[in-house]
């Protein structure tokens, strides 16, 4: 393993790490390469097993302590920040978020409304809202011309997390330098640019703002769509109007060899929070965002005036263009809709999403509430049931809810008496639904249920059945705003502390769709950013307690995370961050297993301009937070976490492989986790894949990768290895897997492992090995 497939981003000072690093190759011990020379899984392994170098110590001999600094809740560390602005084309050295230019322009450090973590370990990171703090009196008349394209920049951590930062080139990403042809409402006419200032600047043509991301299957990251802005009305030369936000049609390329941007093939529609997920065949799909947010008026397609954009798009990675789907493809979606790529191939909506509540943007927005599949075979939609609530309402007594909760059928009383209470806390809708009749459990179902705003959609990690096949995948979804028992469409104000857990049995194109409620946040929580760890769990960081797009400025800052056991379906307060993040806010699994933590990039408040009542217990409101924090888990605090000592490079579906580990007498789990992409709270590609022991031979330990790209879409993976303890389960650091798919022409000259296995005969006790597999 060479030395660029280290992580970059160091374990603590006290643990010894140990690598083969020998060229380009990975060294594995030789042996007889087929299952039957392998001892069967359970079994003891070799005597000389249990003398494995950890440093100085055998495992035998090292004791499983805990660091001075441990704690069962984990610690941030202190926040950090790009020290410098350019400036009039100077850099400038200041822990100031912004500097003001020699035009009386305030020049700010970019805050991580998007990351993705690399393959070398930096980490892209994109902009979000630049510009937002030259607003005088109303982003909302003032935004279409001060808004700039967002900047991206690389973070790199070395020895002792001392982070550097790299200016991509181009640094706003390149999209549409000689401006782009908006869809104003007199474009094309006689009459174009006479009520709009689409055409008076390019410097905000191609934002990467509201773009989605993901990972290619070769590694380098792509962003589809972004944001045009202009007034609209607006007359040029005049600071006032009414912003537009427009979806554009844009994809880029981000390439972490050359640290460059280019521009790929455009999309047919303009999207403004559309979502990506990676298809088996390594496609990327597309669906929904909005071509104009405020005024979605089309004079040239009326169809698709009023609502999202229902068509949906395929994305070749090798040829780079874009395909339309046939109309058997198109559905109405909220913004950023939460999907998932399953077992069977077909891509699951779970009916989570962004929308402006609480009256949303769309005339169909009432289909938000159903969960459907996708088959990429058919291109073709199938309704599976009203999400959450896979029950007639009558049957669990919500008939009265349902008569009660329609505008047009409640009385004055029923009102009054339900939803008098509602705007201060949610919860009161359960205590004051004993004057309805209605059961408290089925009542807490019937809030759980529908379209979620503003909500992570987890998928929890994959675990195979009895045959080593993957069909069943399980949805955790807390917190964010519900449609409280269908009180309006999508959602409301106030977030909830319910979650539920959703679990999709797929038998060949068959799909059963079951939910079910899990133990509760510990707090309600708005924009809440899920990870999935690689003990199993997932952690909740940063969020709001009001939805802060409704009411901007107005939110309480949530800065202490929360755990939640799969197991035991609860969860625990963790430790607290040291900055607040609520709107735009991010979070990334490392390689180490830590957590890096950024972003926070509000909207004005109240729509007008920086008013921070942080005094008053709300969020801080000046500006975007450029800072990254470091979340610790209790995990990483320890002196004996495990360590992969060999794996390869490259793997492909099916393909029987060994890794090395230092103890294999206890480690007892690996797990698979896909290198996160996120913004907006989604990853659409985000999956962990528990991968069976087979066998073990001394420190060998045999495994098997799924059989299908279902399950582990082509793409760039951390392997870990993990022991039980009794303060946990502890994870060693990852190493880096890329998963080959053979069958897409661009990737096809990628090696991969030979389907042998190392033999612990043939190594030394400092580690060394004799026998050399082919890996890349």
């Known amino acids: 393993m060479n030395s660029k497939n280290l992580p970059l981003i160091p374990a603590p000072a006290a643990r010894s790490r140990r690598y083969l690093a020998l060229g380009s190759a990975l060294i594995l ?8 020379g392998d001892n069967a899984a359970g079994t003891s392994p070799s005597p000389d097993s249990g003398t494995a170098v950890a440093g100085d110590q055998t ?60 393959e070398d370990g930096r980490v892209l990171y994109l902009n979000a809202l630049e510009g937002t703090e030259n607003v005088e009196l109303s982003i909302v008349g003032e935004f279409g ?113 050359s640290n460059t941007w280019s521009q ?66 198109d559905r ?80 004055m009383d029923q009102f009054s008496t339900l939803l008098g209470d509602l705007l201060e806390s949610p919860t009161e809708l359960l205590t004051s639904a004993a004057d309805t009749g209605v059961d408290e459990e089925a009542l807490k179902i019937a809030i759980a249920g529908g379209m979620r705003g503003s909500t992570s959609s987890t998928m929890l990690p994959l675990k195979p059945n009895e045959n080593g096949d993957y069909t069943e995948v399980e949805l955790l979804t807390a917190g964010g705003v519900p449609s409280y028992a269908l009180l309006t469409n999508p959602g409301g104000y106030l977030p909830v502390a ?21 133990g509760p946040l510990n707090q309600p929580r708005w924009y809440g950013t899920n990870v999935v760890m690689p003990d199993g769990s997932v952690m909740v960081f940063s969020g709001g307690t009001r939805d802060g797009v409704v009411a901007p400025g107005l939110e309480g800052p949530l ?37 890096l933590i950024g972003g926070h990039a509000p909207i004005n408040t109240a729509y007008l301009s920086h008013i921070s009542f942080e005094d008053f217990g709300l969020a801080p409101n000046a500006g975007r937070d450029p800072s990254f924090e470091i979340y610790t888990p209790p995990y990483a605090m320890r002196n004996d976490r495990p360590e992969i000592l060999s794996a390869p490079e490259n793997l492909t579906t099916g393909q029987s492989f060994s890794i090395q580990v230092d103890d294999p007498e206890n480690i007892d789990k690996v797990l698979l986790i896909r290198r996160t992409v996120m913004t907006h709270l989604i990853d659409g590609d985000q999956r962990a894949i528990e991968l069976p022991i087979q066998s073990r031979n001394g420190r060998n330990l045999r495994l098997t990768m799924p059989d299908t790209h279902n399950v582990v879409p082509a793409g ?46 043939d190594t030394g006790t400092d580690g060394s090995s004799d026998g050399l597999l082919g890996i890349l």
Not at 72 to 81: H, K
Not at 740 to 751: G, P, S
Request: with cysteine; hydrophobic share 35%; aromatic share 6%.
């Open 332 to 411: 109405s979606l909220p913004l950023y809709p939460r999907m998932h790529l399953l077992p069977n191939g077909h891509l699951l909506y779970n009916a989570g999403g962004q929308a402006f509540n609480p009256f949303g943007q769309g005339y169909d927005q009432a289909l938000w509430n159903l969960v459907a599949s996708y088959n990429p075979q058919t291109q073709a939609w199938t309704d599976i049931g009203y999400a959450g609530l896979p029950l007639r309402l009558d049957e669990a007594g919500l008939a009265q809810l349902s008569s009660t909760l329609n505008i047009t059928n409640a009385s």
């Open 264 to 329: 790929s093939g455009d999309m047919t529609y303009g999207r403004w929070y559309p979502s990506l997920v990676t298809l088996a065949d390594s496609k990327v799909f597309v669906a929904s965002g909005v071509t104009k947010l405020l005024k979605p008026v089309y004079p040239e397609d009326p169809l698709n005036s009023g609502r999202n954009v229902v068509q949906t798009e395929t994305y070749d990675p090798c040829s780079g263009v874009w395909t339309e789907n046939p109309p058997t493809a």
């Open 145 to 257: 011309e001060v808004s700039i394209n967002d900047q991206s920049r690389v973070l790199a951590l070395g020895d002792n997390d001392t982070p550097s930062w790299q200016k991509p080139d181009p640094l706003r990403a390149g999209a549409n330098p000689d401006g782009n042809d908006s869809e104003t409402l007199l474009n094309g006419t006689e009459l174009d640019g006479l009520l709009d200032t689409a055409d008076n600047t390019t410097r905000n043509d191609g934002a990467l703002f509201c773009s989605d991301v993901i990972g290619l299957a070769d590694g380098r990251i792509m962003a589809v769509g972004g944001t045009d802005y202009y007034s609209e009305p607006g007359i040029d030369g005049l600071p006032l109007g009414v912003a537009e936000l427009e979806g554009i049609k844009n994809s880029r390329i981000f390439d972490e060899r």
């Open 29 to 36: 011990s030789a042996c007889g390469g087929g299952s039957s």
């Open 559 to 595: 800065m202490t995370a929360e755990r939640f056991d799969p197991e035991s379906g609860t969860w625990t307060e963790m430790a607290t961050a040291n900055r607040p993040r609520t709107y735009h806010n991010t979070a990334l699994l490392l390689a180490d297993g830590r957590v």
């Open 498 to 518: 319910q979650s539920r857990i959703d679990r999709i049995t797929t038998t060949g194109d068959r799909i059963d769709y079951e939910s079910r409620l899990t």
């Open 716 to 761: 760039k993976y951390m392997l870990f290895v993990s022991k039980d303890s009794e303060e946990g389960r502890v994870p060693s650091v990852s190493a880096p897997i890329t998963v080959v798919n053979t069958a897409l022409e661009c990737m096809a000259d990628l090696q991969l492992a030979d389907d042998t296995a190392g033999t612990d005969t």
């Open 59 to 118: 495992v035998s001999e090292r004791q499983a302590v805990l660091r001075d600094d441990y704690s069962p809740v984990g610690a941030f560390s202190a926040p950090f920040a790009e020290p410098t602005i350019i400036v009039d084309g100077e850099a400038v050295t200041t822990d100031e978020r912004c500097v003001t230019n020699s035009e009386g322009l305030l020049e700010c450090k970019p805050a991580a409304g998007t990351m993705a973590l690399l």
